[in-house]
């Protein structure tokens, strides 16, 4: 089974560390792209008139979708397209991960137009155990999604990582 995993002090140290501030941009095209890529079929996601009739400043980011981060070569990651520095990072050293899952509560309407300011940080870190894996750390991360034109917090998401030591590994 997995060895003892230890929350070190400078593992717990990066809890409440916050990310630095990126943009995340909602655009017309993104929002039909993304709309069409899980198959929605309202008119809201892809014809602006549609939207405005129901109540949307413009097409309204479809459940889940929270705009796409502004990429700057030298300063994005190649892979995700957030910043490469100051990220907060938890060194555990285990090669096992899965995800355990991301909710996401939304306070205000985002559409199409909008530009998000994203900080994310590692907000908990827990060990558990699991019959199948034995011990896990259990990384708790939270993003906050802020509207730059008014500046009112529109979505917070809180996502799990677990990661552990993979069978037949020390």
């Known amino acids: 089974m997995a060895q003892e995993i230890v929350i070190t002090d400078e593992m717990k140290a990066q809890i409440g560390k916050e990310s630095p501030p990126w943009i995340h941009e909602v655009t017309t095209t993104s929002v039909r792209m993304f709309a069409r890529g899980v198959g929605y079929t309202d008119p809201v996601y892809f014809d602006v008139d549609a939207a405005r009739k129901a109540g949307y400043r413009s097409l309204?980011?479809?459940?889940?979708?929270l705009g796409t981060p502004v990429f700057?070569?030298?300063?994005?990651?190649?892979?995700?397209?957030?910043?490469?520095?100051?990220?907060?990072?938890?060194?555990?050293?285990?090669?096992?991960?899965l995800d355990g899952g991301t909710e996401t509560e939304y306070f205000?309407?985002?559409?199409?137009?909008?530009?998000l300011v994203v900080v994310s940080k590692v907000a908990g870190l827990d060990v558990r155990e699991s019959k199948g894996l034995g011990k896990m750390l259990i990384t708790t991360s939270e993003t906050t999604?802020?509207?730059?034109?008014?500046?009112?917090?529109?979505?917070?998401?809180?996502?799990?990582?677990?990661?552990?030591?993979?069978?037949?590994t020390t």
């Open 145 to 168: 999604y802020t509207n730059q034109q008014t500046g009112k917090l529109v979505a917070r998401q809180r996502a799990q990582a677990t990661s552990y030591q993979e069978r037949g």
């Open 72 to 97: 700057i070569p030298g300063r994005s990651s190649d892979t995700f397209s957030g910043p490469t520095e100051g990220q907060p990072s938890v060194k555990h050293g285990l090669p096992g991960l």
């Open 108 to 115: 205000d309407q985002i559409c199409a137009g909008d530009n």
């Open 60 to 65: 309204p980011a479809p459940p889940t979708y």
